[in-house]
């Protein structure tokens, strides 16, 4: 690809994207929307997400794509797993030190997202995306392979994190907890099988989650 510049337009808002050096001086197609949620429609990537502040960069090459997206301000509506992974946590032994659960389970606002993926022609990769909002932390990782009708993505869930963060605050106990940004309750899911037809595995975590939690909150910093 040598040249792109491309201007759209949403109900909701413009679509843009265009091929532009980076400050390295490399190419790469910058995009922007605000509005992620018809975008991803578009696309039909996704329909339950609604809303967001959408940029990022992607490399070029069309059968060999990599990038980064970041959404700001979404939600995400009537998606099963999210009142799984709640239901999960509602019943584990932690579930009284939780605040009680949204009215809509299977909802929630998220305030950003930070996704690094690789897109071929067949197989998406996820190496990180961390998602963080009032209600949930969320970090992801794994691959959907198309051409073999595979999925493999694996990641955790940190509710309430606010909640958690308050106890990693309180010196000495905070270090014990794993660092200042730390989390007490956690879950850990998987999602596996066919791409067509995923099956969402959730399971819930000891009391003290992780240290490699902390990343969902050094991003919340951010």
């Known amino acids: 690809m040598r040249r792109l510049d491309l201007q ?9 994207a265009k091929l532009a050096p980076d400050i390295n001086g490399s190419p790469v197609i ?21 809303g967001g502040d959408l940029t990022g ?22 998606e099963p797993a999210l009142g799984q992974y709640r239901t999960t946590l509602q019943n584990s032994p932690s579930s009284k030190n939780l605040p009680e659960a949204p009215q809509n389970g299977n909802s929630a606002s998220f305030t950003k997202l930070r996704l690094t993926f ?49 106890f990693t605050q309180i010196p000495l106990f905070g270090d014990l907890l794993g660092g200042r940004y730390g989390g007490l309750f956690a879950i850990t899911f998987k999602v596996s099988g066919r791409a067509s037809g995923p099956i969402l595995t959730v399971n819930p975590l000891s009391a003290i989650a992780p240290g490699f939690l902390r990343k969902i909150f050094e991003f919340q910093k951010e």
Do not use: C
């Open 8 to 16: 759209g337009q949403f109900d909701s808002g413009a679509f843009a």
């Open 57 to 78: 960069s992607i490399t070029p090459t069309l059968d060999n794509m990599a990038g980064q997206l970041v959404m700001r301000n979404f939600s995400v509506v009537d």
């Open 118 to 166: 690789s897109r071929s022609a067949d197989k998406l990769g996820i190496s990180e995306a961390v998602i963080w909002g009032p209600d949930v932390g969320v970090s992801l990782a794994g691959d959907i392979d198309y051409g073999a009708d595979k999925v493999n993505l694996v990641g955790t869930f940190v509710p309430a994190y606010a909640l958690n963060n308050l």
């Open 30 to 50: 910058a995009i922007s929307s605000p509005d992620a949620g018809a975008v991803m429609r578009f696309l039909n990537y996704y329909s339950r997400l609604h």
